[in-house]
C-alpha cells in the first residue's frame, strides 16, 4: 500500500505561486506513474498534470500548461507541483495521486489511478 500525503495549499492573490508537495511513504513510488488532480465546488475532479516514473516525461491539462510544473525527487519519495502565475480559477482542494506499480502510462481519468491522498486546499484570491 502507498499513503499519500499532500501539503502546502493555502490562500494567495492572483498571480501569485504556491508549491504543492505529496510526500509518500509505504513503499517507494520510484516505479509508480503520480498525478496531480482538483475539484472544485459542484464541479468534477480534474487532471492538472502527470509524470511517468523515470521523470522524463510530463503532460499537463491545456488550462495549467505553462503556469504549473509537476516533478519527482525519488530519493524523497516525494512529488510537487509548481504553481505559477494562479488565477481565481485555480482555486480547489488539489489531490496528489499515484498508478499501481509498473503501470506508467499517461492518462486524465481518475479511475486509471489507485491510490490518493487527502488533498489540500488551494484558494486564489483576485
Known amino acids: 500500500q502507498v499513503q499519500l500525503v499532500e501539503s502546502g495549499g493555502g490562500l494567495v492573490q492572483a498571480g501569485g505561486s504556491l508549491r504543492l508537495s505529496c510526500a509518500a511513504s509505504g513503499r517507494t513510488i520510484s516505479y509508480y506513474a503520480m498525478a496531480w488532480f482538483r475539484q472544485a465546488p459542484g464541479k468534477e475532479r480534474e487532471f492538472v498534470a502527470h509524470?511517468?516514473?523515470?521523470?522524463?516525461?510530463?503532460y499537463y491539462a491545456d488550462s495549467v500548461k505553462g503556469r504549473f510544473t509537476i516533478s519527482r525527487d525519488n530519493a524523497k519519495n516525494t512529488v510537487y507541483l509548481q504553481m505559477n502565475s494562479l488565477k481565481p480559477e485555480d482555486t480547489a482542494v488539489y489531490y496528489c495521486?499515484?498508478?499501481?506499480?509498473?503501470?506508467?502510462?499517461?492518462?486524465?481519468?481518475?479511475?486509471?489511478?489507485?491510490?490518493w491522498g487527502q488533498g489540500t486546499q488551494v484558494t486564489v484570491s483576485s
Open positions: 509524470v511517468d516514473w523515470p521523470g522524463a516525461g510530463t
Open positions: 495521486a499515484a498508478q499501481n506499480s509498473g503501470g506508467n502510462y499517461f492518462s486524465t481519468r481518475p479511475s486509471s489511478y489507485a491510490y
